[in-house]
């Protein structure tokens, strides 16, 4: 079983780009400096700001369905940045160290089972989750903070 792991596009934080504090204000957007690694997941390139690194901060709708499962939560991404990062079988850095809540979703959005990776056991628990033919993609999410990390799709190459 192969899976794909994928970034958000970077259009997503195209708005952002150059805004002052004031736009970015009206758009429900803060800019912010990370002050530590890990601490401040971009979900474009899947990978933790070094500190110093510039973020945007923003409300971003993950589960964006005709269900009851609609999800959003606060995220960061960097601007400027010009493809999504792409992981095939493998987890991105974000994944590393953290506790990890990953909800397994059918095609009808609904939920499925849900279930909590400890830091190093991401992968053996996406290939579990797919194991249940039920189970169409995952949905990942910081467990302490709850903000959603990246969606897990089936992959067939």
Known sequence: MTYQIT?????????F????????SALGAVQMTATSKPGFPCRISLEDAEVGEELILFH????????????????FAKTGLVEAAQFT???????EGRTLGMRA?????????????????????????????EVAYID??????????????RFES
């Open 105 to 133: 979703f059918g095609i009808d959005a609904m939920l499925k089972t849900a279930r909590l990776a400890l830091p190093g056991d991401a992968d053996s628990s996406i290939r579990q989750l797919f194991e249940l033919d």
């Open 89 to 95: 079988d493998a987890v991105p850095p974000v994944f």
């Open 60 to 75: 971003h709708t993950s589960h964006d369905v005709d269900s009851p499962y609609r999800s959003s939560y606060a995220i």
């Open 140 to 153: 990942v999410h910081n467990a302490a903070h709850g903000c959603f990390v990246a969606r897990v799709e």
């Open 17 to 24: 780009e150059g805004a002052t504090t004031e736009q970015l």
């Open 7 to 15: 970034g958000l596009s970077p259009e997503l934080a195209k708005s």
